[in-house]
């Protein structure tokens, strides 16, 4: 039951059925417009990042690395970067539903600065998880939808990820570079032969994505591993995004029914730069997964959509799940008055928004 309340107490999913609901007034949905490639990959997706949470691989890392800091900026160095890395493999909502509240329990104890490391970890997150097939769900859609391969979806985010490190080591240089005490090492240790299974499951699902085997048979080998190692695993999976991601195909099938509204988004899909801005715009107002999945359906500029719907994660709160997660996170753990830390975040997020659009333009200009 607890599990089933989880669900239904999702914000994004509430709208998201509310829309949906709505939109059968209209039409009703063509079973083929339901991507069960997209779906099944999710799926695989979220139990493998749930495996590796209850495996403690981020805690570790995080933990060991730590340890070696000096000063607040060595601090928020590895905090950010390890972020990056981490969203590449864990995508960006487990890393900072692990690294935040980790970073601030350590600011707290310290008497460290909350605000800009908080946002820079967010901002790492968002920027490693645009490099790879699986560290957004959106990317998952894409490379599907238009069947990229590997090389040409490297090809796309290997520009992005270099202009926004550019960025987040600038940013970083505003960091104080305050000593602080030596951090004590925590003693948590990995079970190695769930981990070697997770990794072969991880790598099946690398082939599923891109289609080398069937994306349902990663699916089902990490349900079955999370049976092996603990079955309590499965009570944590985030249902809630694998019925959105359902309930957008359900909505979309059925808008793509309506003349009117073909017609009038079809105006704003007519060149790869006005795909390229849609999707910025619109993901600050409804998130970067619905806007892909919506646009997604009314162009064939593969590349546009997917620097605007990765770009377009940062900004609002809204503008990424992991934004949401990210100011959850400082509320139930930071120091600092809720509106003092959502005036500088936002002023960062806004400043990186705007930074990246300007950059991600002449990547695609000049680029890609």
Partial sequence: MTVIRNIFKDRILQITVII?????CFARPRLGDINTH???????????????????????????LTASASNTRRLTVIFTFLSVISAMFLTNDITVLTLIPLYLTIARRYKLPEILPVTLIGMGANIGAAFTPWGNPHNIYIVNRYT???????KWS?????????????MLMFV?????PSLPKEDIRISIRPMILTIVVSIFFFFGIFNVVPVYVPAILAILLTIFINKTILLHIDYALLLTFTC?????????????IVNEISKAMSNEHLVYLTSIL????????????????????????????????????????????VFKSFLEHGTISRKKFFCMFSLLQFTGLIVLMI???????FVI
């Fill in 20 to 24: 949906t609901i709505l939109s059968l």
């Fill in 38 to 64: 997209t779906l099944f990959s999710i799926l695989a997706m979220l139990t493998i990042i749930q495996i590796f949470s209850y495996l403690h691989v981020l805690d570790v890392l995080a933990y060991k």
């Fill in 148 to 154: 990229v391969t590997p090389i040409q979806f490297f």
């Fill in 158 to 170: 290997l520009p992005l990820l270099s202009v926004s490190l550019i960025l987040l080591i600038i």
């Fill in 176 to 180: 104080k570079n305050t000593p602080i």
């Fill in 248 to 260: 957008f195909f359900v909505f979309i099938s059925d808008i793509q029914q309506i003349p009117f």
């Fill in 282 to 325: 619109s993901s600050q107002c409804i998130s970067n997964v619905p806007s892909t999945i919506l646009i997604g359906k009314f162009t064939n500029y593969a590349e546009a959509l997917f620097l605007g719907s990765n770009i377009g994660g940062f900004g609002t709160l809204v503008g990424s799940m992991a934004n949401m997660l």
């Fill in 359 to 365: 950059l991600g333009w002449l990547v695609l200009y």
